[in-house]
């Protein structure tokens, strides 16, 4: 579990999360959604310690230097070693080097042999997606934040990484954020609408009946 007691970070006295209260559960995928600009890489940013904020966030009763870990990120422009080949990268991103396992990484079926003896400076960014995904899945994360992975994948990809996320979800706290709603419809748990600096939390959501994209619209454009 993630808790979330009384977050605010502003910027230039600029509030962009006010005051923020919640729980995330774990083993479930929890879903951002927002407008462009609305503080969701923000929040994200500040669970992995990254942003100076206000208020306290703690994993299961627990610091965050005390689980470093057991996190696992994933951004839209993932930081990798370009002159290191995609299997050398994999091993650079894994929290403990027994993690790695190439006939695995290869059963993954996400990034060919060939691909993963290339440079990664040759890499396209849903390779680049895909190589993150693939460290994702061996160093097995307690917390998987990932922030708008679903860019510059191709049909066959968003079905894999589909798949790859739901068993993730059997044993992580997954936190997505972006504004593909048609590839996180049927795999996500719980929503977190994030607006003018508030989050509204809805649990089974999918119980009402409505679409992401409708309950975009119920709390965000009809805010305007």
């Known amino acids: 579990m993630i808790e979330v007691n009384n977050l605010s970070k502003s910027y230039a006295n600029i509030p962009v999360l006010k005051n923020i209260s919640l729980n995330l559960k774990g083993n479930r995928i929890h879903f951002i959604m927002g407008k462009n600009g609305s503080g969701k890489t923000t929040f994200i940013k500040c669970l992995l310690g990254l ?4 208020g306290t966030i703690t994993y299961s009763g627990k610091v965050l230097e005390d ?7 994933i951004f839209d422009d993932i930081p990798l070693y370009n002159d290191l080949n995609g299997f050398q990268n994999i091993r650079l991103m894994l929290s403990d080097k027994k993690f790695f396992d190439k ?7 996400l990034l060919t042999d060939q691909k993963l003896k290339e440079y990664v400076k040759n890499y396209s960014l849903g390779e680049r997606k895909k190589l993150a995904l693939i460290a994702a899945i061996l160093n097995k994360p307690r917390y998987l934040i990932i ?18 996320l739901n068993d993730l979800s059997h044993h992580s706290l997954i936190l997505a954020t972006g504004h593909h709603f048609e590839f996180y419809e049927n795999i996500v748990n ?20 409505d679409k992401l994209y409708e309950i975009y619209k119920q709390y965000i454009t009809s805010s305007k």
């Not at 942003?51 to 206000?54: A, F, K, Q, T």
């Not at 006939?103 to 079926?109: C, F, H, R």
């Open 103 to 109: 006939n695995y990484i290869l059963e993954l079926g």
């Open 190 to 209: 719980e929503l977190l609408v994030l607006n003018v600096g508030t989050i509204t939390h809805i649990s089974n959501y999918k119980k009402g009946g």
């Open 147 to 164: 922030d708008e992975i679903s860019n510059g994948l191709d049909i066959e990809t968003l079905e894999s990484l589909q798949e790859k």
């Open 51 to 54: 942003e100076h904020y206000e």
């Open 67 to 73: 689980v470093r870990k057991s996190i696992f990120a």
